[in-house]
């Protein structure tokens, strides 16, 4: 088999376009938490602490001189990505969450066996009553 031949079979299997998918669709879902962050959740928290905005937070380590620009540590920038990162980690959690929650609901009714098992078990137990 060529190589094309073997690349094309491996990047049409199943699980390598569901990742594909998958990775596609996680990256839009990142802008909207980024949105919901950075446009809805930041400016009512930076108003309740007197308008702080926290993208703006940084330490200057060296000033800027000339046409070099000033050496910050953006310790803000930081903040903002933890909040993204905790606000994603708790709507995946709430998602996962629902979906054990559906699957426990299909696990939890079993199905009826069928008749035959349940005439042959209560043979069974008359034949061990018959002892």
Do not use: H
Not at 55 to 79: D, H, M, W
């Amino acid at each position: 088999m060529g190589f094309l031949q073997e690349f094309k079979t491996f990047a049409m299997k199943g699980n390598v376009v569901d990742m594909a998918v998958g990775i596609i669709i996680g990256a839009a879902f990142g802008k909207i938490v980024s949105s919901l962050v950075s446009d809805l959740l930041m400016p009512p928290l930076g108003l309740l602490l007197g308008g702080i905005d926290f993208t703006g937070f940084a330490i200057t380590l060296k000033a800027a001189a000339g046409s070099a620009p000033a050496v910050t540590l953006n310790y803000g920038k930081f903040i903002q990505a933890a909040v993204d990162f905790v606000i994603v980690a708790f709507a995946i959690f709430s998602l996962i969450k629902v979906i054990n929650a559906f699957r426990e609901k299909q696990e939890a009714a079993p199905a009826a066996p069928p008749k035959q098992e349940v005439l042959l078990a209560e043979i069974r137990d008359i034949l061990k009553e018959g002892k």
